[in-house]
């Protein structure tokens, strides 16, 4: 069984920076896609980043300012996030399942954390 954990979140002003932490356990495919994933409040939940064999991909909205990143010695996958803007504030999670590929898309990952909450003020 697939066991994902968040941490890392917090409050900031705008224009600082955090990092996002999953430890994650279970994963026994030779090839799996992680993702980080956020919902703000009354909003549908948006791939923000993911992280497969090939390059990592991004949201429009966060390239250049967010960072997907892992240590599988660690068996952790990062989001880096800098230059955080209110509109940023949500709830991020992570997710993965077996998958060569990246994807933004919910319907492509089986497993999830429970998420961690960013707050970002004016």
């Known amino acids: 069984q697939v066991h994902l954990a968040e941490s890392g979140g917090g409050s900031v002003q705008a224009g600082g920076s955090l990092r996002l932490s999953c430890v994650f356990s279970g994963l026994t495919y030779n090839w799996y896609r992680v993702g980080w994933f956020r919902q703000a409040s009354g909003k549908e939940r948006e791939g923000v980043a993911s992280l497969a064999r090939d390059a990592p991909i991004y949201a429009d909205s966060v390239k250049g300012r967010f960072t997907i990143f892992q240590d599988k010695a660690k068996n952790t996958v990062y989001l880096e996030m800098n230059n955080l803007e209110p509109e940023d504030t949500a709830l991020y999670y992570c997710?993965?399942?077996?998958?060569?590929?990246?994807?933004?898309?919910?319907?492509?990952?089986?497993?999830w954390g429970q998420g961690t909450q960013v707050t970002v003020s004016s």
């Open positions: 997710a993965a399942a077996p998958g060569y590929d990246t994807s933004l898309r919910t319907v492509h990952y089986t497993s």
